[in-house]
């Protein structure tokens, strides 16, 4: 049986809109040479993007939020990576293209993070697209962020679509999680980061996608 036509599209940020490892990365090798380290290759990196400051600390320090001394190592790398939130950061390849088909298709998009209202508004304004986004939900914008479903649930309701119409598109196994939760079908984003735990074929996404423009057939 066909599937239903997609009344609107939900993206993930890091990771699946947007290629933002390399000023992630960045940060994180910044704080590495003001504690006396040598900075870590960006391929050693780019797999814990995904989980933001957590992973990336833990990456590059060895520690995690329940160790001492993470409160510090963390506020410190978000410092830096404020400090250059869009330097090198960029849609990934074809991104662009099916942003563009969606809106001439007059189907609606919007992006839902884990990442902090304080980085996500700024990026998107750097990126051009604060303004062509129909809703932009932060981990700080609901009680709980993902894989709770609270985010792509406020998200369909500013894009004015039933949940069941939309489409979550993701590459961490939390954003798989949280469309199931939410009832929108999921789409995992194999071209992104996919974090270090479970290989994606296993997260029950209802599609991979290996480029963006793959997402076009699926709508």
Not at 169 to 191: K, Y
Not at 192 to 212: F, K, M, Q, V
Request: hydrophobic share 40%; with cysteine.
């Amino acid at each position: 049986m066909n599937e239903p036509r997609a009344r609107g599209v939900l993206f993930d940020l890091d990771g699946t809109l947007a290629d933002t490892a390399p000023d992630l990365g960045g940060a994180l090798n910044r704080l590495r040479i003001e504690r006396g380290l040598p900075e870590l290759p960006a391929d050693t990196l780019r797999p814990h993007t995904s989980a933001g400051a957590r992973g990336l600390i833990g990456a590059g320090f060895g520690v995690t939020p329940e160790d001492a001394g993470y409160t510090e190592l963390a506020d410190r790398f978000l410092t830096l990576y404020a400090a250059a939130i869009c330097v090198h950061t960029r849609l990934f390849d074809g991104m662009g293209e099916v942003l563009t088909r969606l809106e001439q298709a007059a189907i609606p998009w919007g992006v839902v993070t884990n990442k902090a209202a304080r980085f996500t508004v700024p990026l998107m304004r750097e990126l051009g697209l604060h303004e062509r986004a129909a809703s932009i939900v932060s981990g700080d914008s609901v009680p709980v962020p993902k894989p709770d479903p609270a985010g792509l649930r406020l998200a369909a309701s500013e894009l004015g679509v039933e949940v069941r119409d939309c489409i979550y598109v993701g590459d961490d196994e939390r954003d798989i999680q949280a469309a199931r939760a939410a009832g929108m079908r999921s789409v995992t984003a194999a071209f992104g980061y996919l974090g270090c735990a479970r290989h994606h074929s296993e997260w029950g996404a209802d599609h991979t996608i290996h480029h963006p423009l793959e997402l076009l057939p699926l709508l």
